[in-house]
């Protein structure tokens, strides 16, 4: 199943506003440019729409997702348990290394949202940028293995 890259977010420091953007320059071993974390296993944050909606729905408030920090908000697809996979967003491979665990700061940004964040991989996952491109929202999003099966797909198909 093919999702979409709805939100693009960037900051311009540890513990500044999240910064939404249409598109963003890749890097790969780096990240995101702009944003503050470069190399390393966390070059890139993702947040699914879906896992939002449920901490909302525990919460029973309507919150505003950049308050999870993420650099990118996907919808359809389900980031829990999706260690050492490879999501492609656009053209951009990204390995998914782990799950972003919740911290301090989003009971900070709401009271009850860090232990809502952590069951199922609610908080997200992080990764590293596998090869350099443009990200835009409104791109696709899917796994490697979905991807090449698609692919393969279209070019059997007349």
């Not at 896992?51 to 389900?78: C, I, Q």
């Not at 990764?127 to 491109?133: F, I, T």
């Amino acid at each position: 199943m093919t999702g979409k890259l709805v939100t693009i977010w960037i900051k311009s420091g540890k513990g500044q506003p999240m910064n939404p953007v249409m598109t963003a320059r890749a890097v790969a071993g780096r990240g995101l440019l702009g944003n503050p974390h470069q190399g390393g296993t966390r070059q890139v944050t993702l947040l699914s729409v879906d896992a939002w909606r449920d901490v909302e729905k525990e919460l029973e408030t309507s919150l505003d997702p950049a308050l999870r920090r993420a650099n990118l908000l996907v919808d359809g697809l389900d980031l829990e348990n999706s260690r050492d996979k490879i999501v492609v967003v656009g053209q951009v491979p990204i390995l998914i290394r782990g799950e972003t665990r919740p911290c301090k700061l989003m009971d900070e940004a709401h009271r009850g949202l860090r232990e809502s964040l952590s069951p199922g991989w609610r908080g997200g996952a992080y990764g590293e940028v596998l090869a350099d491109g443009e990200l835009r929202v409104g791109d696709p999003v899917c796994w490697a293995d979905e991807r090449e099966a698609v692919e393969r797909h279209r070019a059997a198909s007349p």
